[in-house]
């Protein structure tokens, strides 16, 4: 059983791997990614990048990764408004 100070120091290393991967799939001309996910022997870590966020999906090795996905078009559009909120500050 992870704690979750190890669970944030997780995410402080692996959150911003994201970037290399999509960066290097397009190059080869694999088209764009939009997330990512990590397995461990005890945890499972799905990054999604919803530019200029970045969600973190944090559960068990045998979590259901297709429901994840599944309702990512969903939060994308939830999380909307706050992207908009963003891009008016920058």
Do not use: W
């Amino acid at each position: 059983m992870c704690d979750m100070m190890s669970v944030i120091s997780l995410l402080s290393r692996s959150g911003h791997l994201l970037a290399t991967p999509t960066f290097q799939a397009v190059k080869l001309d694999l088209g764009s990614s939009t997330s990512m996910t990590c397995f461990y022997s005890n945890l499972c870590l799905v990054h999604v990048n919803f530019h200029p966020i970045l969600v973190t999906f944090v559960g068990s090795s045998d979590i259901n990764v297709g429901s994840i996905h599944s309702i990512l078009p969903v939060l994308k559009t939830q999380l909307e408004f706050v992207r908009s909120v963003h891009k008016d500050d920058a």
